[in-house]
Nanobody, 117 residues
Framework: LLVESGGALVQGGGSLKLTCAAP???????????MAWYRQAPEKQRELVAS???????DYADSVKGRFTISRDNAKKKMYLQMNNLQPEDTAVYYC??????????WGQGTQVTVSS
């Protein structure tokens, strides 16, 4: 349901901005959703990267604090992840997810981020 974009191959130290788009027909009340970015590297478990609540409070994994910034635009029904100073260990498929207590969790199909050393 959610659609991620912006993944690419980038050199270490570079930047990328990921976008998560929520279909208007389904997420008419997008502002009520808690949103987050997860990532999954090969042969590793999926991990939480950053989250932003419906009140815009944010939280980050220790490994990305100071380098990544999560944000949302409720009018556009989009969420973003600005990633700076990317490192090879950031290489993973990045997933967008939404959550409300009444509707549960939805996932996107993922976007590949590859960081070369």
């Amino acid at each position: 349901l959610l659609v991620e974009s912006g993944g690419a191959l980038v050199q270490g130290g570079g930047s990328l901005k990921l976008t998560c788009a929520a279909p208007r027909s389904i997420f008419s009340d997008f502002s009520t959703y808690d949103m987050a970015w997860y990532r999954q590297a090969p042969e590793k478990q999926r991990e939480l990267v950053a989250s932003i609540s419906n009140s815009r409070s944010t939280d980050y994994a220790d490994s990305v604090k100071g380098r990544f910034t999560i944000s949302r635009d409720n009018a556009k029904k989009k969420m973003y992840l600005q990633m700076n100073n990317l490192q090879p260990e950031d290489t993973a498929v990045y997933y967008c997810t939404s959550y409300t207590p009444s509707r549960g969790r939805s996932w996107g199909q993922g976007t590949q981020v590859t960081v070369s050393s």
